[in-house]
């Protein structure tokens, strides 16, 4: 049975979005049970029980040692990276080498721009391959690129911020609305689990709880993909992510200068123009605002907004959760689309 | 002893404002214990510390009816309102003419212009007299108005979220380094305190907890204020509020597109012209930003800012405990103005 | 096609456990669109996602007022109460006329002991019919009474602390190990989901937010559930209830003195014994205690301990989430084992 | 002026214990700005405003590297030692040596039986002097022991936990009331301050938030302290400690079986006698449950109870803000004790 479902590998299992598509995976209806996969002398050799014990005493996924040999054993046709984008950076050459499909959760092939990649600092041991792999990767909105992620070997899933940006401005931009040159603004709130599962100073709990706080205040690497997705150039966007006291979900509230004065509802119909028959993203149009809760634990990535009576000024509230639409759901979502399957498979 | 001290009175110190005022100036050195007051049909014949348990069990804090013989008869020289703010409306009139000064915690007396009050809908019984009170009122934000409050008989203490974006604000656009054309857009956070002690549907744990939320955007009543106090004209401001799953605190997030390109100590310097000497305003500068929780149980307003590269974004930072320096711990300081003490007895 | 699924009715879904229980039926690949009912002068008449806009701005999910006729109509098999007992005692009697069998998720049904329902002050109109019932209605614990289940017209859900106390204790009192006569201690903690959603005082949320509670000392109404079916006498049992800063999930700390010294392994032989076939029953045995967060959103109640060096004092920790295995997805549970379908359809 | 304050030091004000009580000496009338001390290759060198932002813009407290020499030139007359307990057993031989009084906020002096110090596994260098002032260090709750903190060279400042089970454990098994035979059962549940500010997994927000959880069962360090203090032998305590969600406080339920049935008015007797006139313990008595939120930043240890209709079963619930009167409060209190001054002194 398992043998015709498809075979996957997960790279980074252990940490907040590696797990959460662990658990997709292993409720995913045409795919076999994962191989866990763990680089030497971190996770390698343990279970993966032992980092996340709600899988339940009897639970037995064994974390295996990374191995080239291993994922051909296997038979492994897509390979989920679940990791810092420099290990990203080392390991996406040889895996498309090896046949193997690859998506990368981390910003490691996000940018095509090489002025928005000089952020990372990449030291690529093949220089001349990875330019050709950051032009070939896909970045992986399906709602943006479905297309080329069909047929993609490399897709380079969004950043959680740089989604629930992207959702809602890249159609209005598009569609000439945006007074690019008044500056978009984007005020970003995202919950405690985007910042990873290694404890920190900052995710100490008596640190986040009672409190909010901004950072990384116009040096967040998100940037890039925004500008390169929604088509805005460099000054024209200010990014401000903040850290709310909860464990997941983004809200970003979004300031556009309309290039015109418009109505409600044609904002509306940009909106439902471009994502009316989309299965993740909701619209709620301007009755009611989408809420963090909404989306917590679902893939949707939710979109609601205001205007001035001016007609001038807007203001979108964009939600999702930062694991699912914003990492794991999302990555699911690829797989689907790249196997040729129905995009809600294994995320209804 | 206690017959020298200052007698003061709190209607509604059931509320939250009204209790966090109760606690300061029952430790205040130089004031009585406060008359407590109900109005009939709620609170009045109860104690304080029914609603407030952590008073202790010895407490004996009565809240009497409210009564204008009463008043007089303790000698109460400054009555603070910590009430809807129709019935400050309905109050203010008679205290004054029975010489009792007034701090008025709610909206009724804040606005100078007739358009901003319309959001109010006030319907006073003497509409003559209360036009004459609303030209009387000082705003009573000392950083600003410190010398009207000293001698005023009405006291319109800011609103919370008014107060985190005033400060930063102000001097900005005095000094001329806003170019309010381009839009000032206020992207504010509270703590739930802010909704009130009574009990709805919007501040049931369930539906604060682990969420985040946007609300009355483009129509909250503390726009009017910060239009009056910073001075920017209606469509220069966008002011959107959202609710924070902390029980108190604001952290206000300001982008202003400056009117020329400045370097980070202009900014610097504008700031702390304006409040170098302020007990309690903090300007954290462009080095560290402040969080929220550094200024909860404090008077202080705790501003920060990060200026992009091209010198003409700027992105502030304002913190603020929403019922300290955003309610109580203000109409404490109000008080010792008005009374010519140290601004920081009873709040250091 | 959904003329070949299960019709089923709620009454409440507009509750926490009620649209719980909605979200499940929706999702039950057996179960065709639920028939939503609320009583006239509240809900009726509305849309559910008024309540829950997560369901989303294309969901359209009437309230109908509740009327037997339209149960008739509909055809409707199986009836959810999540309702005061008050009404479900009230409507039960009805229901099974009609040949409606009933799934109550209130306490109405529960108490076969006259003296236990003295806490409800049930006032029946037809006390003869009602005591029938009483004696009919089987106590919804699959794992205890599958087999009456599967049989009942009527199937009083438990109570969630009582599932989560009585799951691990009524296997070691059958087993005779526990030292009755030492009383039996249940420290519960509950999320306050389990208070219901109309907005209290005890539920806003700056009351709860950073705080702790201990509640209903010697007189909850679970108590009278947890000595029945667990088999202890009124005085040989003391239950605290508390109230944990969470949205959902209990977590109960069961003491009990053992009547011999016994070994660790023994326990949980007898744990195992009694719960290792089943589906919704995880035991954590001595090596690691479950947590709240393990079963979160699932149907599991998970079971750990801990032994005193002296093989007398045993310590049992035993989590669930109250809004499915202590009330929804129990309710969901019970209705597979009515219809004699796999436990696990629409819960895994 | 502040020559003629009290001198006093602090190692380990980087710490929440540390920092609270530094807050508390900066802000006490009789004691100068204390001495803060660092280890060398830790926080030496850098500034406690560092660690602790919201001491302001313009703080400017030094963390002086750790030696004898610089506390005799600042006449250091009180060391708070808010170290680990390893450190503690190492420098207070040296401390009093040199004449300095040591209020340690560590497990290290705290223990009179070397079987219940063993947990600690101490190591000194000296072993008879270790021994010596085993001996002589005080334990430090002054409800207890006043006159002799009063002249102690070293006070060992009692543990979170053990306050809260302490003070309303001792006086009723002193009484003769507590029937020891039948087991006392504490069950306590700890804000997460209490883990320390070291970031773990345990404490990381994602992990703590909307859980629950207990820990160190039978085997928590604290059960040593609880053990000697209220007078019990090893197996007639059972103690259990859980992690809140909540950054501070602990709330104990304490389950004690009667000797003799009596009625809530003698329990209360007994605690009123014990604590009537204490200034920092309140009986709330049998009429309204203290909370955690009712205690937090104050000193107070909070007692109620409930009896059950028996007579006999005694359910306690006790309160405290685990960095006040479980730590740094607490050992203010006891600097006061130690020098004759009021014990409120700073801390009212």
Same mark, same amino acid.
């Given at each position: 049975m398992?043998?015709?479902?498809?075979?996957?590998?997960?790279?980074?299992?252990?940490?907040?979005?590696?797990?959460?598509?662990?658990?997709?995976?292993?409720?995913?209806?045409?795919?076999?049970?994962?191989?866990?996969?763990?680089?030497?002398?971190?996770?390698?050799?343990?279970?993966?029980?032992?980092?996340?014990?709600?899988?339940?005493?009897?639970?037995?996924?064994?974390?295996?040692?990374?191995?080239?040999?291993?994922?051909?054993? &296997?038979?492994?046709k897509v390979l989920f990276l679940a990791t810092p984008h420099e290990l990203s950076r080392e390991l996406v050459p040889q895996a498309l080498q090896e046949g193997i499909r690859v998506v990368d959760l981390s910003g490691a092939w996000r940018l095509k721009a090489e002025a928005n990649r000089a952020v990372y600092g990449f030291t690529d041991a093949d220089a001349a391959l990875a330019a050709k792999l950051d032009a070939e990767a896909v970045y992986g909105l399906p709602e943006l690129h479905r297309e080329e992620i069909a047929g993609a070997r490399l897709?380079?899933?969004?950043?959680?911020?740089?989604?629930?940006?992207?959702?809602?401005?890249?159609?209005?931009?598009k569609a000439g609305l945006v007074d690019r040159k008044r500056g978009v603004i984007c005020d970003c709130k995202s919950g405690v689990s985007g910042a990873g599962k290694k404890p920190t100073q900052k995710t100490h709990f008596v640190e986040?709880?009672?409190?909010?706080?901004?950072?990384?205040?116009?040096? $967040? &690497?998100?940037?890039?993909?925004?500008?390169?997705?929604?088509?805005?150039?460099d000054d024209e966007l200010?990014?401000?992510? $903040?850290?709310?006291?909860?464990?997941?979900g983004i809200l970003s509230t979004i300031y556009v200068s309309l290039a015109r004065p418009a109505a409600a509802a044609e904002i509306e119909r940009v909106l439902r123009g471009a994502y009316g028959a989309e299965g993740f993203v909701r619209i709620y149009g301007n009755k009611h605002l989408p809420q963090v809760s909404y989306s917590l634990h679902t893939n949707f990535c939710d979109v609601g907004f205001e205007l001035a009576r001016d007609g001038r000024r807007l203001t979108i509230v964009s939600c999702l959760d930062n694991l699912m639409k914003g990492?794991?759901?999302q990555a699911l979502q690829n797989m689907n689309v790249m196997l040729g399957w129905s995009e809600k498979e294994g995320l209804a």
């Open positions: 398992s043998g015709q479902k498809l075979q996957t590998a997960v790279l980074g299992a252990t940490g907040y979005a590696g797990f959460e598509l662990a658990r997709l995976l292993l409720k995913h209806p045409k795919v076999a049970t994962p191989l866990f996969l763990a680089r030497a002398g971190e996770a390698a050799g343990k279970q993966l029980e032992e980092f996340y014990p709600e899988l339940g005493p009897q639970a037995n996924y064994p974390l295996e040692p990374f191995d080239w040999e291993l994922l051909k054993q &296997r038979a492994v897709v380079a899933n969004p950043g959680c911020y740089a989604t629930s940006v992207i959702v809602p401005l890249a159609p209005l931009v986040v709880a009672d409190n909010f706080s901004a950072y990384s205040v116009f040096g $967040h &690497r998100h940037t890039g993909e925004i500008l390169e997705q929604a088509g805005l150039d200010t990014f401000t992510p $903040h850290l709310l006291p909860i464990p997941r990492a794991a759901g």
